[in-house]
């Protein structure tokens, strides 16, 4: 105990002061947490905290929320940013994140200089994330381009230790695939969004995570993914840009989703209705899968959709703003695909409005159904009497149901009832709008 005291004591803190106490591992690991100024401001608490900033391995550049459009105060926020990455000295960077808004005008040659800083730092996790570029976009009004930041060249010494990459608002050229092919040995999570691309290729062989959200590609034709080592994927291209790009299509190369098992995929609408099918068709290995918008008109008609593979492995499936529509009058594109899904567990449709219709008489068995949430799931031309009929016939097909949860189904009240199952299954009022109940 005595010992301890002395410890306190020479640490320059009061016999009190247990947080001044504590290794220096630690005290770094609280001050990863911090802003670069507010890490600064930790040397009045104690002799024991005075410079300890200097050596701590993460770099945190915080200027969100901040008024830096404000010349006076982006001044003064510059040079505290400067002074404290020149006076940084820690030999290796466990992390550099930069983020921030406003990235206009002079204000670039900084901020590439503070980039290029934390590079240097071989860091393990690198996150530069920009926002409101404050570029307007003339086709779409009130949405914004991504900034002119340009990613500046990383070399592989600097990127060997990468093993997270996030980047938010930057430009990235045709030599960033080359970085991620062969100058990212230990990479496992890659995050792109709001980024402009000049790559048709994404290869990494120790890649685990990879999600793209809204990049503008400049190039034209399918972008490829090459990731055998892939765990999680999420493409989310939201919308087209004309003026950069023509078609949106993605590719998943053969062995990429060997060991995929989350998968959550937007489809574009200008997506191709064959390269859809083979995209959908290489996620067959998944345990989840979300898909939004994923079959149009087309797509219904495909003869492909009945080669499907069977996603044997699929236990959780949501299907959010997909249309589906009746092959041949009896059974519909949904019908089809979920056959594919013998071992399915958990299934959520939301906003499918043309399922579960009287015309629709052939539902699939779900043997191993649990869970089932439909939102807004019936035409509204049919009559309640026609909706419940479907229902009840969907129902019947899933022998184990534990769980049905219907929101928005009916059309009069908002509000969801819940139902005691010594009722009749569908003896609930005309007026309800949505049901949660359990079926057992």
């Keep these: 105990m005595e010992a301890v005291t002395d410890r306190r004591l020479h640490a320059g803190g009061s016999t009190d002061d247990r947080l001044s106490a504590l290794p220096d591992d630690l005290l770094h690991r609280i001050l990863s947490f911090l802003p670069c100024q507010r890490a600064v401001q930790t040397t009045v608490l104690s002799k024991r905290w005075t410079g300890l900033w200097r050596s701590a391995p993460c770099i945190n550049i915080n200027m969100l929320y901040i008024l830096t459009r404000s010349r006076h105060k982006w001044q003064k926020m510059e040079d505290l940013v400067t002074n404290f990455l020149i006076f940084h000295n ?12 406003g990235v206009i005008g002079d204000r670039l040659s900084a901020i590439d200089r503070w980039v290029r800083r934390g590079i240097l730092g071989c860091p393990s996790v ?10 307007p976009d003339p086709p779409f009004g009130d949405t914004v381009r991504p900034g002119p930041f340009e990613l500046p060249d990383i070399g592989s010494t600097s990127s060997s ?12 050229g045709s030599s960033f695939a080359e970085l991620l092919r062969s100058g990212c040995p230990v990479l496992e999570d890659l995050h792109l969004e709001d980024c402009c691309t000049e790559f048709n290729h994404i290869q990494s062989h120790t890649l685990k995570k990879l999600y793209l959200h809204i990049c503008y590609r400049h190039s034209v034709g399918t972008l490829a993914i090459k990731a055998p080592a892939l765990v999680k994927l999420v493409l989310d291209p939201h919308l087209s840009m004309p003026e950069y790009t023509q078609k949106n299509e993605f590719s998943l190369a053969d062995g990429s989703t060997n060991s995929l098992v989350d998968a959550w995929v937007v489809f574009p609408h200008d997506m191709s209705p064959r390269s859809r099918v083979m995209l959908l068709g290489s996620l067959s290995n998944v345990t989840k899968l ?5 079959f149009s008109a087309e797509l ?48 959520t449709l939301e906003h499918q409005r043309a399922i579960l219709v009287q ?9 191993n159904l ?6 807004q799931c019936f035409l509204d031309k049919c009559d309640l009497n026609n909706k419940l009929d479907a229902l009840g016939s969907f ?12 929101q928005c189904c009916m059309v009069i009240n908002p509000f969801p009832i819940y139902l005691d199952m010594s009722h009749d299954l569908f003896g609930f009022s005309h007026e309800s709008c949505g049901i949660v109940k359990s079926l057992k």
């Design 90 to 101: 820690a030999p290796v960077l466990d992390a550099f994140r930069i983020a921030m808004d």
């Design 126 to 135: 690198l996150e530069i994330e920009f926002f409101d570029t404050g570029i």
């Design 161 to 172: 230790r990468l093993k997270r990459l996030s980047l938010v608002g930057v430009s990235l």
């Design 290 to 294: 979300e898909l939004t918008a994923c």
């Design 300 to 347: 219904m008609l495909d003869n492909e959709l009945g080669q499907f593979p069977i996603f044997s492995n699929l236990r959780t499936l949501w299907l959010r703003g997909c249309v589906f529509g009746n092959r041949d009058g009896k059974c519909s594109t949904l019908d089809i695909f979920l056959q594919k899904t013998p071992n399915l567990k958990k299934l």
């Design 359 to 367: 015309e629709s008489v052939e539902y699939p068995v779900f043997a």
């Design 370 to 375: 649990q869970t089932l949430s439909l939102e």
């Design 395 to 406: 129902v019947q097909n899933a022998p184990w149901l534990e769980k049905l949860t219907l």
